[in-house]
């Protein structure tokens, strides 16, 4: 009698490794471990190893709302500049952080960084900015190396617990310092004025105030046109 055929045992994919604090791994392989995770877990590869997010306390959300408000604000004045908040941005085989915000050119206006076919971020942002509390190490060595290292022009630290801001340019390799009014005036985005000072004590009135001074400056005036000028030569490229 000739053995009754079974049907073929199903093919069974092995499952995704979980993320572990402290692993070493490459972009790609951290990228597809990542998106098994659980969406509320936030993960990010820094230098190559693998760091899992705190907690965020209150204070950070709110700094960040403020901040994010200001930048906001910036970029429905400035066309050819973008934002994002909290979106992983894949910088190089050993950095994939997910920034607190971002500012980007868009690719037609001159931008380095570019939405890839799954909707993340790839290439570095023109722009960056941290909200510091128990990270404060990390984003101050770790990831300003990385961010260094990819190409981000500008990089700014709120540190909550020193209540200070620290805003790094890297082309020029100095920090931007307060003027007489205590205002700070971004480099690679002419125009993004912060009131330090208002910022630090959540003074929104006085840090919308700053912003709309600078949206009104002549260097915003001026940035506005080689944009427009950048994307025509684009579009006929």
């Known amino acids: 009698m000739s053995a009754i055929p ?7 994919t092995p499952p995704v490794p ?9 972009q790609p392989e951290f990228h597809r471990r990542y998106e098994a995770c659980p969406p509320s877990e936030k993960w ?3 230098g190559g190893i693998v760091f899992m997010a705190s907690p965020l306390r209150y ?11 200001a930048l906001g604000v910036y970029v429905v004045g400035t066309p050819g ?6 979106a992983t941005s894949i910088l190089d085989e050993a950095s994939e952080p997910q920034p607190d915000l971002i500012l980007r050119l868009l690719r037609q206006y001159g931008g380095n960084s570019w939405v890839n076919e799954d909707k993340y971020l790839e290439g570095p942002p023109e722009f960056v900015a941290e909200i510091a509390y128990s990270s ?28 200070r801001l620290l805003w790094f340019n890297f082309a020029s390799g100095k920090a931007i310092t307060a003027n007489r009014k205590g ?3 971004s480099r ?11 910022l630090l004590a959540g003074d929104s009135p006085r840090l919308m105030e700053a912003v709309q001074r600078g949206l009104a400056s002549l260097d915003h005036e001026r940035f506005l046109r080689r944009l427009e000028a950048h994307r025509r030569r684009h579009s006929k490229e």
Request: charged share 30%; no cysteine; proline share 4%.
């Open 188 to 198: 690679v985005f002419p125009g993004l004025w912060i009131d330090g000072e208002a």
């Open 59 to 69: 204070p950070h959300g709110n700094y960040d709302f403020l901040l994010g408000t």
């Open 18 to 26: 979980f993320l572990v604090n402290g692993q070493r791994m490459t």
């Open 44 to 46: 990010e590869l820094i």
């Open 6 to 12: 079974r049907p073929d045992k199903a093919i069974r």
């Open 136 to 163: 404060l190490d990390i984003d101050l060595h770790r990831k300003r190396d990385d961010y260094e290292r990819a190409g981000v022009i500008e990089y700014l630290v709120l540190s909550i617990e020193e209540r």
């Open 81 to 86: 500049v973008d934002g994002a908040h909290n």
């Open 183 to 185: 205002i700070l005036r």
